[in-house]
């Protein structure tokens, strides 16, 4: 039923047409609903849907067209965007439903529940971010192949082996090395022994072996293992091994062996040693053995359940939620044990590398010490050494599970949405453990979900807050250190993701306005909207707190590195949200027109490239070298910021059983009509009115 306060709607398909049609909606300011996509791999026309505010033709146009330049790319497989993108485009175009329901069911999780980043090849752990690569950390990597290996030839110039020099090979026959495939094996023997080259590196850098090979005719009973050798020693100590999981029969795959949890991994490593027991007849394919840097980042698993809920809520498809359930739920069980979070209530990243310390050390006579290992990158600012006690990880693991805890209320009256159990052999249930697994479930119960996220919260609001300063800090390292560059992204974020207080929520926008002026920034004032799209990303230089990799901070102006102080088009959405519900609607909107006037100005000197190629208007970011303004090409989550017209002034979100309309408008606007909404299998057009009434109007389906 219609509100003052907005319209509620439930079980929407099961509604008729002739009841949802409130009344006709009228839309001759809607404008043209047909615009030339500009983004960088398309270039044909699309039907997305329209804003229109009556009074406000121009900025609508103007959004429209931000919006028809960015949803193209607004795609990814990788992980990292799952909590963004999904909800950004589900709604605007079929094409992006029919992807994301295919990318989302192809997500690796590995075995313990860890959900893959999935960016492109590196030389890191392979379910991790590309980068720091062995390369960078004075490890060492040996590589029979480089097929594939484009990013890795262009940066450090691999060269694949020719031929196995320094390799000790044992109960094999060498059969030669394949440009595609690696060095060919063949067992003459029941045990194969494949010992590395002598190399030097320390296990701080070192945390996982990575090795990428294939078998055939490997028998299941097979026995594989990793050893290693230390520096000093010349006897190989039997209980110095790992259990290497069976390559893949068919295809190459990737084996990240996580040495660090070994209590005898400690020290200079000179060898690697790969044992197979019972191979005899088996062909093995080796395509490269590197010491890898643990390079996941504790924010996977909450973006791919954040991706996943928002898939079905958008598309309701009953099928991709049933596949997606036992996945999800996986997902978080991993990050609520591999963090610690019920007992800390915020996350705790463990991981070797991941301690929130910096990899660069300025002595107090100025010189400068690079720790590699250290600093390792944690999410979307993989640059900075986010880790140990971690207010991005917290508040998206808090939003991953708020939403959870509604999906799973939801199953409570829609028990046949369950995936059907998976039958087990009875060896298969002697290994279960019951009762592990009902308890875990009862953790998962939406009460018990609830109850987290508003410990979490409160956690959050009192551990991560600096109250001198009057804004959130970015993280506290393993020894209780904070860290506090002004980041702007953490502060809007967390107002959004309901982490913030409303007295610590005006305090942050008090601050970024410049109305509040904090000492020892070095961007106060109205000098924090210098890039006039966003504020800048941070408002105090950093050139001492960083991964190793970037080992030279000051070399770069500032402003001239998104990380340090400058700003990204797509966090803008944040801004905008945290201005509409601290603030209101009119403060929202001010800032938004700002935006759009940017980007006319910006459009009429022939976009991006073109207008920031004059000198004094800032370095672009994208396509390799370092910027400090990200707006296109590799910053695919600028398409967020017109999603601020459906999420934020229109209030409306998907459901499991339908979705709900809460606008809030700016006292200018006389109503606000979006088209071509795309929830479930429906296409509606939606018109909210000053006085609180709203009306829809179905005009298609899917």
Same mark, same amino acid.
């Given at each position: 039923?219609?509100?003052?306060?907005?319209?509620?709607?439930?079980?929407?398909?099961?509604?008729?047409?002739?009841?949802?049609?409130?009344?006709?909606?009228?839309?001759?300011?809607?404008?043209?609903?047909?615009?030339?996509?500009?983004?960088?791999?398309?270039?044909?026309?699309?039907?997305?849907?329209?804003?229109?505010?009556?009074?406000?033709?121009?900025?609508?146009?103007?959004?429209?067209?931000?919006?028809?330049?960015?949803?193209?790319?607004?795609?990814?497989?990788?992980?990292?965007?799952?909590?963004?993108?999904?909800?950004?485009?589900?709604?605007?175009?079929?094409?992006?439903?029919?992807?994301?329901?295919?990318?989302?069911?192809?997500?690796?999780?590995?075995?313990?529940?860890?959900?893959?980043?999935?960016?492109?090849?590196?030389?890191?752990? +392979?379910?991790?971010?590309?980068?720091?690569?062995?390369?960078?950390?004075?490890?060492?990597?040996?590589?029979?192949?480089?097929?594939?290996?484009?990013?890795?030839?262009?940066?450090?110039?691999?060269?694949?082996?020719?031929?196995?020099?320094?390799?000790?090979?044992?109960?094999?026959?060498?059969?030669?090395?394949?440009?595609?495939?690696?060095?060919?094996?063949?067992?003459?023997?029941?045990?194969?022994?494949?010992?590395?080259?002598?190399?030097?590196?320390?296990?701080?850098?070192?945390?996982?072996?990575?090795?990428?090979?294939?078998?055939?005719?490997?028998?299941?009973?097979?026995?594989?293992?990793?050893?290693?050798?230390?520096?000093?020693?010349?006897?190989?100590?039997?209980?110095?091994?790992?259990?290497?999981?069976?390559?893949?029969?068919?295809?190459?795959?990737?084996?990240?062996?996580?040495?660090?949890?070994?209590?005898?991994?400690?020290?200079?490593?000179?060898?690697?040693?790969?044992?197979?027991?019972?191979?005899?007849?088996?062909?093995?394919?080796?395509?490269?053995?590197?010491?890898?840097?643990?390079?996941?980042?504790?924010?996977?698993?909450?973006?791919?359940?954040?991706?996943?809920?928002?898939?079905?809520?958008?598309?309701?498809?009953?099928?991709?939620?049933?596949?997606?359930?036992?996945?999800?739920?996986?997902?978080?069980?991993?990050?609520?044990?591999?963090?610690?979070?019920?007992?800390?209530?915020?996350?705790?990243?463990?991981?070797?590398?991941?301690?929130?310390k910096s990899g660069l050390v300025i002595g107090s006579d100025g010189k400068k010490t690079l720790k590699p290992g250290a600093?390792?990158?944690?999410?979307?600012?993989?640059?900075?050494?986010?880790?140990?006690?971690?207010?991005?990880?917290?508040?998206?693991?808090?939003?991953?599970?708020?939403?959870?805890?509604?999906?799973?209320? +939801?199953?409570?009256?829609?028990?046949?949405?369950?995936?059907?159990?998976?039958?087990?052999?009875?060896?298969?249930?002697?290994?279960?453990?019951?009762?592990?697994?009902?308890?875990?479930?009862?953790?998962?119960?939406?009460?018990?979900?609830?109850?987290?996220?508003?410990?979490?919260?409160?956690?959050?609001?009192?551990?991560?807050?600096?109250?001198?300063?009057?804004?959130?800090?970015?993280?506290i390292d393993r020894d209780g250190k904070t860290y506090d560059y002004g980041f702007t992204f953490v502060n809007l974020e967390?107002?959004?993701?309901?982490?913030?207080?409303s007295e610590q929520a005006r305090s942050i926008l008090g601050w970024i306005d410049g109305t509040r002026l904090i000492e020892?920034?070095?961007?106060?004032?109205?000098?924090?909207?210098?890039?006039?799209?966003?504020?800048?990303?941070?408002?105090?230089?950093?050139?001492?707190?960083?991964?190793?990799?970037? +080992?030279?901070?000051?070399?770069?102006?500032?402003?001239?590195?998104?990380?340090?102080?400058?700003?990204?088009?797509?966090?803008?959405?944040?801004?905008?949200?945290?201005?509409?519900?601290?603030?209101?609607?009119?403060?929202?909107?001010?800032?938004?027109?700002?935006?759009?006037?940017?980007?006319?100005?910006?459009?009429?000197?022939?976009?991006?490239?073109?207008?920031?190629?004059?000198?004094?208007?800032?370095?672009?970011?994208?396509?390799?070298?370092?910027?400090?303004?990200?707006?296109?090409?590799?910053?695919?989550?600028?398409?967020?910021?017109?999603?601020?017209?459906?999420?934020?002034?229109?209030?409306?979100?998907?459901?499991?059983?339908?979705?709900?309309?809460?606008?809030?408008?700016?006292?200018?606007?006389?109503?606000?009509?979006?088209?071509?909404?795309?929830?479930?299998?429906?296409?509606?057009?939606?018109?909210?009115?000053?006085?609180?009434?709203?009306?829809?109007?179905?005009?298609?389906?899917?």
């Open positions: 039923m219609a509100t003052p306060f907005g319209l509620d709607f439930h079980f929407f398909r099961s509604i008729s047409k002739a009841i949802l049609t409130i009344a006709a909606i009228v839309l001759g300011l809607a404008g043209n609903d047909s615009f030339s996509i500009v983004g960088a791999n398309h270039a044909h026309a699309q039907t997305l849907p329209t804003f229109a505010v009556p009074g406000f033709v121009s900025d609508m146009k103007s959004l429209e067209e931000l919006h028809a330049l960015h949803h193209p790319n607004a795609y990814v497989d990788c992980t990292l965007w799952d909590g963004w993108l999904p909800r950004s485009s589900l709604w605007a175009s079929e094409t992006k439903r029919l992807q994301y329901l295919r990318s989302l069911n192809r997500r690796r999780i590995d075995d313990e529940g860890y959900v893959a980043m999935q960016q492109h090849r590196g030389m890191a752990h +392979s379910d991790g971010w590309p980068f720091p690569a062995w390369q960078q950390s004075t490890g060492s990597g040996f590589h029979f192949s480089t097929e594939g290996e484009g990013w890795a030839i262009q940066n450090f110039r691999l060269q694949a082996a020719v031929s196995t020099d320094g390799w000790e090979i044992a109960g094999a026959e060498t059969l030669g090395i394949d440009p595609a495939q690696g060095l060919q094996l063949h067992a003459s023997e029941d045990t194969i022994v494949i010992t590395t080259p002598p190399f030097r590196c320390g296990t701080i850098v070192a945390p996982f072996a990575r090795i990428e090979w294939t078998a055939t005719d490997l028998p299941p009973t097979a026995e594989c293992s990793i050893e290693w050798l230390l520096e000093g020693e010349s006897d190989w100590k039997p209980s110095r091994a790992m259990t290497i999981p069976h390559p893949a029969p068919s295809k190459l795959t990737y084996a990240n062996i996580p040495l660090y949890r070994h209590p005898e991994y400690a020290g200079l490593l000179t060898r690697y040693r790969i044992r197979i027991r019972g191979a005899s007849g088996c062909n093995i394919q080796l395509k490269s053995v590197i010491t890898a840097i643990d390079t996941r980042h504790p924010i996977t698993n909450a973006m791919f359940v954040r991706g996943c809920i928002d898939t079905f809520l958008w598309t309701k498809d009953i099928t991709f939620l049933k596949a997606s359930l036992p996945r999800m739920r996986k997902a978080i069980r991993y990050a609520l044990e591999e963090f610690q979070v019920e007992a800390n209530a915020h996350v705790v990243v463990p991981w070797v590398g991941h301690d929130g600093g390792v990158g944690n999410n979307y600012w993989d640059l900075l050494p986010f880790g140990a006690h971690d207010a991005i990880a917290t508040m998206y693991l808090a939003d991953a599970l708020q939403s959870f805890a509604a999906l799973e209320r +939801s199953l409570n009256s829609h028990p046949e949405w369950e995936p059907e159990p998976v039958s087990e052999t009875a060896d298969q249930a002697l290994q279960h453990n019951a009762m592990a697994d009902r308890a875990m479930q009862q953790r998962l119960d939406h009460d018990v979900l609830d109850r987290l996220v508003a410990r979490i919260r409160d956690d959050f609001r009192q551990r991560f807050w600096d109250s001198a300063k009057g804004r959130f800090v970015g993280w967390a107002i959004d993701y309901g982490m913030a207080t020892g920034d070095t961007s106060q004032g109205a000098d924090i909207y210098r890039w006039r799209f966003a504020p800048r990303a941070t408002t105090k230089r950093n050139i001492e707190t960083y991964g190793w990799v970037w +080992s030279a901070p000051e070399s770069i102006a500032w402003g001239d590195q998104v990380q340090d102080g400058g700003a990204v088009l797509g966090f803008s959405y944040f801004d905008l949200m945290a201005r509409l519900k601290t603030n209101g609607p009119d403060d929202a909107w001010k800032r938004l027109r700002e935006i759009l006037a940017w980007f006319r100005e910006v459009q009429s000197e022939g976009g991006y490239r073109s207008y920031y190629a004059k000198p004094g208007r800032g370095l672009l970011q994208g396509g390799g070298p370092p910027g400090g303004l990200g707006l296109d090409q590799e910053f695919l989550e600028s398409v967020m910021v017109p999603q601020v017209m459906l999420y934020g002034f229109l209030g409306f979100q998907p459901t499991a059983d339908g979705y709900t309309v809460h606008p809030r408008l700016p006292k200018d606007w006389p109503s606000l009509t979006i088209t071509g909404i795309r929830i479930g299998d429906e296409v509606i057009d939606i018109t909210a009115h000053a006085d609180g009434r709203v009306e829809t109007k179905p005009t298609g389906g899917l």
